[in-house]
């Protein structure tokens, strides 16, 4: 009996030990994460902070007409961003163009049209491609894509789209191997990975009941993606563009094999140009002089902007797209 | 206590003992990747002679610039000699290593390894634009024998900092006014046509790996990697092949003794038998070394390389510096010290 009555008292008292060594704990694990949070955005602001420095006296040199200068001369020390920017920007645009549709593609027949026996490893396959080393990608590009594509598929088009007016002059010759072309079909491969597993996984999520119905009511495979699926996940779609659509922006080895590395804006997409992170890349161990390092860094900082542009204006897409 | 004591006492031994080892093992550099086949080679006979081996990183002459200013190695080499301001500066000495050649590679089908001739002014037009296809007035007058196709010319140069693409436009410079007026030379410029490529094992791939392709290389680069390399008409109006043999006519030139600090360009210089695009390369070192033992070490290898490294040289086709400047160099050296006196004691 006597057990009995002391069971309570014992067990409240664990309690009451426990209790309070869940509080310290908790102060603790919020201490850390809190802690954790706060150096997430210290790290952010120390980094913008440490590119505004550097970038200082190139800045302070060329003004704002930095951004918009198309001249890179070492030589004479004036530097413009406009060349890396246009590079960046357009390959990163043709990765998008080539990358999204066959993203998509590939999503689609995964969730909607695939045999489950080929379902596996044709994801793993796909996950396997994020796996490749950029480098992998940049020797590949340069050792295999580019002579190919400069003896058979930029010819082709230098000799049929070249010669149509306006659209022409995106394709004008000659076929050098190397340019914007070559490196935005390699960044369509890298970023094909990234946009192609978010993209299935929000397909899943379109609830099976309504899939299901709609065929049983006669929708054919593409009316059932175009109008349930695809609409279903809009929000989860944008996420994967973007994502893809940063990894792009800021590649550097494998954009930097295959660019051309040439500061000259052609209106010829086969012409070889260069982009912010493969100018780094290139010149700044050997800059000499403090004005062509800090211009390097202020590139650094451009596109440090235009990436936290790209995600803040995914994001603005994104709540706009959940108000509706 | 006593074991701490004991154990700190062994702690500093080892730790003297490691740097004094690694001072003794290591001469560190960085720079020029035209010298770096020549440095590899000597560095390792007198590594076997000495056990004292050289560790030399073949980054680029901008790169080993910034190294030996931010004294992050004992030594640097350029193939762009620098200004006597920029020398004192820093506090620097430079004098040259080694001198050599500098070759224009290209790809092209249906034109043979040797097969074809180049002067200033049309290679000057080629990597101005003015020049854009194989079979322009311009080549077809140099190469009236060989057929040439009428594709498009693609220029391939360095895309980093290079002492190579500094005499490479300084050649192109002095044959075309509109080059020095609108390019200029440096270690880097502002080209006007082509693709950059990375070091000169990336210009000699971009070159194998694009057809219609033209860029230039160190010589030595070229002959080890078997690339095609084309013959210039010189300044005396002579076709000439790259060979130790015109290199060294073009070396004869060189007038390091009424140079101050050497600084001789040896690009376009006159002689019938003279390869016009030769470059040296020079070591760039402290006059007053924080670490007087490592640059000692340094200097010696540099002596040694001087007397006993010719034949060597010349194998990889460099031309080695003739006796008469080595004593002209070996005397400056003076100049380096440390605590009042010379770090390098002539023999």
């Keep these: 009996m006597t057990v009995s009555i002391d069971m309570p008292a014992t067990a409240d008292l664990v309690a009451e030990q426990k209790a309070r060594r869940s509080i310290v704990e908790d102060r603790i694990f919020f201490g850390l994460s809190l802690g954790s949070a706060v150096f997430v955005v210290v790290m952010l602001l120390g980094v913008m902070v440490s590119l505004i420095i550097g970038a200082w006296p190139a800045l302070s040199k060329f003004g704002v007409a930095f951004v918009w200068t198309e001249r890179w001369s070492p030589v004479r020390e004036i530097f413009g961003a406009l060349t890396p920017i246009y590079g960046t920007i357009v390959t990163s645009l043709i990765a998008m163009v080539i990358g999204i549709p066959v993203s998509f593609g590939i999503a689609i027949f995964l969730t909607e049209i695939c045999p489950p026996i080929l379902r596996r490893p044709i994801g793993i396959a796909i996950e396997l491609l994020a796996g490749i080393p950029s480098i992998i990608y940049g020797l590949w590009g340069f050792f295999f894509l580019a002579p190919f594509l400069q003896t058979t598929v930029q010819p082709f088009l230098i000799n049929t789209l070249g010669n149509i007016p306006v659209i022409g002059l995106l394709f004008g010759g000659p076929a050098y191997g190397i340019g914007l072309f070559t490196a935005g079909i390699v960044l369509a491969i890298m970023v094909l990975p990234f946009i192609t597993s978010i993209t299935r996984d929000v397909f899943q999520t379109a609830p099976p009941l309504l899939r299901e119905s709609a065929y049983g009511i006669g929708m054919t495979t593409w009316e059932v993606v175009r109008h349930i699926v695809i609409p279903y996940s809009r929000v989860g779609l944008i996420g994967g563009i973007m994502l893809g659509l940063g990894r792009a922006l800021g590649e550097t080895m494998a954009v930097t094999f295959v660019i051309g590395n040439s500061h000259n804006i052609s209106a010829s997409l086969l012409a070889p140009a260069t982009t912010i992170s493969a100018s780094i890349a290139n010149e700044f161990t050997e800059a000499t002089g403090d004005i062509y390092t800090s211009s390097l860094i202020a590139l650094g900082l451009i596109l440090f902007v235009i990436t936290f542009a790209v995600l803040a204006f995914a994001k603005w897409l994104l709540m706009r797209t959940n108000i509706k | ?347």
């Design chain 2, 1 to 347: 206590m006593k074991h701490l004591n004991l154990a700190i006492a062994a702690g500093f031994t080892f730790a003297a003992l490691s740097v004094s080892a690694a001072s003794a093992a290591d001469i560190s550099g960085a720079g020029s990747t035209f010298i770096y086949p020549v440095f590899a080679k000597w560095a390792d006979t007198y590594k076997t002679n000495t056990g004292v081996g050289l560790n030399y990183q073949s980054i680029g002459s901008g790169g080993g610039i910034k190294q030996v200013e931010a004294k992050t190695v004992t030594f640097g080499a350029t193939d762009k000699p620098l200004s006597d301001a920029d020398l004192d500066k820093n506090g620097l000495v430079q004098f040259p290593m080694v001198m050599g050649g500098i070759v224009p590679i290209y790809n092209v089908e249906g034109i043979k390894p040797g097969e074809l001739v180049l002067d200033g002014p049309t290679l000057s037009g080629i990597f101005l634009g003015t020049i854009t296809k194989w079979d322009d007035p311009a080549i077809k007058a140099l190469n009236p024998s060989v057929k040439l196709p009428s594709a498009a010319i693609v220029v391939v140069h360095r895309s980093d900092g290079s002492g190579t693409t500094f005499n490479f436009t300084d050649y192109l410079g002095k044959n075309s006014k509109d080059w020095a007026d609108k390019v200029g030379s440096d270690t880097a410029v502002e080209w006007p046509v082509g693709i950059g490529a990375k070091g000169s094992e990336g210009v000699a791939n971009t070159v194998k790996q694009t057809a219609g392709s033209i860029g230039y290389d160190e010589y030595a680069y070229a002959a080890q990697n078997s690339l095609s390399y084309a013959d210039m008409k010189n300044s005396a109006g002579k076709v000439v092949a790259p060979s130790l043999d015109t290199f060294t006519s073009a070396a004869a030139n060189a007038d390091w003794a009424n140079a101050k600090n050497f600084h001789v360009i040896i690009t376009n210089q006159p002689g019938d038998n003279t390869w016009p695009i030769a470059a040296s390369t020079w070591v760039l070192i402290h006059k007053a070394p924080d670490d007087a033992a490592a640059t000692g070490e340094a200097l010696k290898f540099f002596d040694w390389a001087y007397k006993n490294g010719k034949d060597q040289a010349k194998a990889l086709d460099y031309v080695a510096i003739p006796d008469a400047v080595v004593a002209l160099i070996e005397k400056s050296w003076s100049e380096i010290q440390a605590s009042g006196k010379p770090v390098f004691a002539t023999q």
